[in-house]
């Protein structure tokens, strides 16, 4: 006879739909030659009343969430409802109860992976995640599983359909941030709140949950450098263009030589040949460098109902089979604690930097700016100097009266030393407003 | 105290050596947190002597198979000797055995299917072949577990890295099809006879194997469709190319609306701006297209000697975590012997064609070739004429004499109709040889 894993569900939004939605279907293909019956026993919300478009057998609403935390009945709870708290709590009491959980929570699992992941292995359960990365994309299970013949070297990626959707947006359209965002809002591509996806806080989480994965790296979410794309204007998506690259919000984690890890989040320029720079719309991509495969590129959508809610199904599949088998706990390959290796300070990195300058175009500003790059070691690979809507390459100092824009591309500089060049060009009386920066990856 | 899974590997060659090379390693990225232990207890190849440039410790080398199969030790083998006998019968024998077999055999899982699985099933083992396709693409895994909440309608890509090698070097180079062979000879990306690589059978065997996981179809190598790249000339690379798409060779499988399955290998246009035709090189790409997840791609190394290994291993891994959780096959879920879907007849499908004639230039050649696409329901989307090295739209009739190239586009067609009219081609004197036939994909 078959053996039936009961499950409840705790977050009736979106992607709890989508889980409801195919956890109860007539048509289960994850159930194929399963000795396992997967039954979604419990769906718990504060609003029960709403319609999600979903045929809920009787008895399965409930306001109560302790109808699925303290009911024995139930061997998996799927917690959907994001956040740090009450979702916190609620996944303690699961794996105290010796219930394993399912989750799509990123911010929790970045923030407090250490604490949940040690309670999970202590009450001998599971603690799945794969939502909580590239949406439907099977990205954690590839990482932990299917490359785990691999020491990663690189694990980086567009991991935010949001902000993805408004580059994207505004390199088609040429519009400006404000209104492609008003727009995917429109569409429900962005939030009415959209502060998490557009300062990068959404992507910083997931590539510090791919970071422990890939590198048994537990890191510290608030000493991560992480810079959102609140500050792009399409002037800058144009003048990278002209200049072979595109504009992406990466998120990137890589394992240096002496076993120190660099993670960050920032607008970056790709070249626009790049697999990355291809990556349009709501799509999500990450590439992992393993020292085995080389380079792997997983792309597809990274949120939305069901994508979100295939991942999650799969996470319950998985589990279930492992509690059948007598195996409850996956986490033991899950390192906690800073037991991995050290984050690298980020003005130690060096990489190459796109700058583009206003500057009141007078005799001597070009040297000024020249000057204090080379005071800084940073060496200059081109420069581009933009006035009366035309664009030409120039030599240092030839510029006139006026208003001029000044792009330029340097050489692997220093994060630090570019850092202090910032402050002195703001000292430039000729520099009007702030010198846009962003960081260029040749990948 | 941990459990030892040992291991037993047939056929000492590339990928061999990259999987001993990875399980004798001292870094085993692997083990971390495992509550077993893997063991490469033997390798039995017919040559012992050659230096593979591995260090194998005493003892491990045989060149007696039964050492392995007829050995009490050993749990799971590996098999890499290729092709279809004696690895058919090693296989069988070591399920008799009670032993799991991981292969990279593609031709025996594709040709042999339904046997093996069936005989693993009844055994009670596992049968398990990642490094089949997509080299160290986890695309198995992803297809049958990281994706299994959807019902699958679509999975096709470029799953053969010989032939996208040479399609990539002819176009890159504008070189000719035996020019970038020889080349590809040299360098170790394609074999002294590449025939199975070029006529498509490697990328068949792999669109079958695809094909029964996403679909459940048993389906015979024998009655699909499978042309090669053999007749491709640089002319309809340039060709295609002038109309925005890029030649590929892929391997399609789809899913009808009426529950039968479409597949077929042969080299295909497809939109020169698509994440496929961005893919260079020796690498593959596979999407998947998932009710839930939409669409998904996967990219990376689909052969090699350490991605192939990568991908042997993981699945020695998944086999050697079930044996030690008491739940040793995974093959359930596997459907055999035709309980899937119906292939349908390659001459009931509609595509669109790429046709290029070769005629000799006088008054009326264009309206017979047009006549005979109209006789069979066939119309035309655009049509090109080139001759002495310029290219230029015409319209029906307006040709004069000496030689020239047609190059016509067209809608929608049957495939039985399109075959009707090239035999009708062959008969009209002014066509020169053969008319060439590329199928078109709107991917």
């Known amino acids: 006879m078959k053996r039936t894993v009961n499950v409840g569900l705790i977050g009736f939004g979106t992607v709890g739909a989508g889980v409801a939605k195919i956890l109860l279907a007539d048509n289960r293909p994850f159930q194929t030659g399963r000795h396992f019956e997967i039954e979604l026993l419990k769906i718990a919300d504060l609003d ?33 409802i994001g956040g740090y708290e009450p979702a916190k709590a609620f996944t303690l009491k699961a794996f105290a109860a010796g219930k394993s959980v399912v989750t799509a929570n990123k911010a929790l699992v970045a923030k407090h992976g250490d604490e949940l992941f040690s309670a999970a292995k202590k009450a001998g359960v599971s603690y799945m995640f794969e939502a909580s990365v590239g949406g439907g994309i099977p ?8 490359l785990n013949a691999n020491t990663f070297e690189k694990v980086y990626g567009i991991l935010n359909g949001t902000t993805n959707y408004i580059l994207t947006g505004m390199a088609r359209d040429g519009s400006d941030y404000a209104d492609v965002l008003a727009s995917a809002q429109k569409l429900g591509y962005a ?32 000493t991560i450098y992480c810079e959102g794309i609140q500050n792009i204007s399409i002037t800058d998506i144009e003048y990278a263009n002209e200049l072979g690259y595109t504009i992406k919000l990466l998120a990137i984690a890589k394992r240096h030589e002496d076993g120190r890890v660099e993670t960050r989040v920032h607008p970056t320029l790709v070249p626009s040949d790049s697999v990355m720079a291809s990556v349009e719309d709501e799509f999500n991509a990450v590439e992992v460098y393993g020292d085995a ?31 059948t088998a007598g195996h409850p706990s996956n986490v033991e390959r899950i390192i906690v604690n ?47 100097q933009i006035g009366s809507d035309e664009v030409e ?22 994060e630090a030393d570019m850092q202090k060049a910032l402050s002195r060009f703001a ?17």
Chains 1, 2 share one sequence.
């Open 48 to 80: 029960i009343t709403t319609d999600r478009g979903i045929t809920v057998p009787d008895g399965v609403l409930t306001t109560n969430v302790d109808d699925i935390l303290a009911n024995d009945d139930i061997d998996v709870v799927i917690e959907l």
């Open 139 to 146: 990205i954690i299970r590839s990482v932990m599983d299917g």
């Open 191 to 222: 939030e009415a709140d959209p502060t998490s996806d557009v300062s990068g806080g959404d992507a910083l989480n997931k590539i510090v949950i791919l970071a422990r994965l890939a590198f048994g790296a537990a890191l510290d979410l608030d």
């Open 293 to 323: 495969v080389g380079r792997e590129i997983f792309y597809g959508k990274g949120a939305g109902m069901l994508p979100t809610a295939s991942a999650v199904v799969s996470d319950i599949v998985d589990i279930a089979a492992g509690i």
């Open 338 to 384: 800073g037991d991995g290796p050290e984050l690298i300070d980020f003005g130690e990195l060096t990489m190459r930097y796109y700058l583009r300058f206003e500057v009141t175009d007078q005799s001597g500003v070009l040297a000024d700016i020249a000057r204090i790059l080379a005071d800084f070691g940073i060496s200059i690979e081109s420069m581009i």
């Open 393 to 414: 390459h120039v030599h240092l100092g030839s510029a006139g009266g006026g208003h001029v824009q000044i792009i330029i591309m340097t050489h692997e500089a220093k």
């Open 427 to 443: 000292e430039l009386g000729s520099v009007n407003g702030a010198v846009q920066l962003m960081r260029v990856e040749e990948i």
